[in-house]
């Protein structure tokens, strides 16, 4: 975040000390840096969205219920990508687990054309029909009056506190074992506004994790969202727990790694990016001694800044950010830099003293489909009672309608026309 947002920032004096200084005061786990690049590890094939043992059982009780001449010469082919509902696999796997003993018995399915029960074309294609409608029921794991609530926050997930008496680190979708014995650990934190939260901060963190996996020997163990204190002095910054809220509702139900951290926003004061990252190694490397390897030890998970470009551009400002907390940021964490639209991080890199010192612990994401979403235009449309569907997560624009966020608020012009966030 950016320091001279903070109520009380002045600039940095030359070899200031950081005060108060980092917590905890227990070392930070060694970690290699994040490169040299390497190839990614996991390269298992993707599962098909279809079973083709489970094709041919359904296929071979509808065709032996049908006649030769009831538009079936093309039902024996069974190796087909799937156009039909019930064709592919259930979405649950207590929905599919006696699947194989529901069509292994052909019991009270019919076997010939002769049997007495059956007399007409008619009688025929509607068992053909019944048929087809069980094996729909037995094989579709998510139901059409589901579909809307897709995107709130799960049943059994605790929320986030609204004061640090109730605070608890969220670690529901934290890995608790490393499971590619060949590589090490890894969390990536977001610091920032999410006022509100849009698709680029969710896309965001899908970037990074491809970056790991393709290009260095780190597994991505969790994703953290660390929305920013209230004194935090910024247009258009909702109350705390507004966007908290938020971001639970934007990564719960649209993402399987990603959680959200009240910490920093729960403190009585502004917290430096630095102590931020310290607090998230306290509780991860600390109290909860890493994480588990598949020999059963238990090793340190390097912990990494996510940001945009223009939060790394900031870094190069003079008398914004203090030497030692760039040093502390970029030496004992890291960072993931998301390139924005039209910036040039790499030249950047090159000419800041500091990040090139420790441009191997710092890694470029160049987007290769641009996004350039911005908080600082969704609030405007906001205002302005335009559509900002497409652009967040329906439950996000559900919650903002709610609560009337950011309708009677106004920001400078050159602020809304310039937003980055």
Request: aromatic content about 6%; some cysteine.
């Amino acid at each position: 975040m950016d320091p001279t947002k903070a109520p009380d920032f002045k600039p940095p004096a030359k070899d200031e000390q950081l005060n108060p200084p980092p917590d905890p005061t227990s070392s930070i786990p060694n970690s290699d840096p994040i490169i040299p690049y390497v190839l990614a590890d996991n390269n298992e094939s993707i599962d098909a969205p279809f079973n083709l043992e489970m094709n041919k059982k359904i296929k071979s009780r509808i065709n032996k219920s049908s006649f030769s001449h009831v538009g079936s010469s093309n039902r024996s082919q069974s190796n087909h990508i799937p156009l039909n509902e019930n064709e592919f696999q259930p979405l649950s796997a207590d929905i599919s687990s006696n699947d194989d003993d529901e069509f292994s018995s052909d019991k009270d399915a019919p076997t010939t054309a002769s049997q007495n029960d059956i007399r007409t074309v008619e009688e025929k294609l509607k068992l053909i029909k019944d048929t087809e409608e069980q094996i729909r029921a037995i094989k579709i794991g998510v139901q059409k009056n589901q579909i809307a609530d897709l995107e709130e926050v799960p049943h059994g997930i605790v929320r986030q506190a609204k004061s640090i008496e109730n605070y608890e680190f969220p670690t529901h979708r934290l890995s608790n074992k490393l499971h590619n014995p060949n590589k090490l650990p890894l969390v990536i934190v977001a610091c920032g506004s999410f006022s509100p939260i849009t698709y680029l901060h969710l896309r965001m963190f899908e970037m990074a994790l491809d970056a790991i996996n393709e290009q260095t020997r780190f597994e991505v163990v969790g994703g953290y969202y660390s929305p920013v204190n209230d004194t935090y002095q910024k247009h258009g910054l909702a109350p705390a727990h507004h966007r908290v809220r938020m971001c639970e509702l934007a990564c719960e139900r649209t993402s399987s790694w990603l959680m959200v951290d009240a910490w920093e926003s729960l403190q009585s004061s502004f917290t430096r990016t630095a102590k931020v990252l310290d607090h998230f190694n306290h509780e991860i490397n600390v109290k909860r001694g890493g994480i588990m390897t598949s020999t059963g030890e238990k090793i340190g998970v390097k912990i990494m800044l996510l940001a945009g470009g223009d939060l790394i551009e900031s870094m190069g400002e003079p008398n914004v950010w203090a030497d030692n907390d760039l040093h502390h940021i970029l030496g004992n964490y890291g960072c993931l830099i998301v390139e924005r639209t039209g910036s040039d991080v790499r030249s950047f890199l090159l000419s800041h003293d500091i990040m090139y010192e420790h441009r191997r612990n710092i890694l470029i994401i160049k987007q290769l489909i641009y996004n350039d979403i911005s908080s600082t235009k969704v609030r405007l449309f906001i205002r302005r009672g335009m559509s900002v569907q497409y652009l967040l997560p329906n439950s996000v624009i559900r919650y903002i309608q709610e609560h009337k966020l950011y309708i009677n608020q106004s920001e400078p012009v050159k602020q809304v026309m310039g937003g980055k966030e």
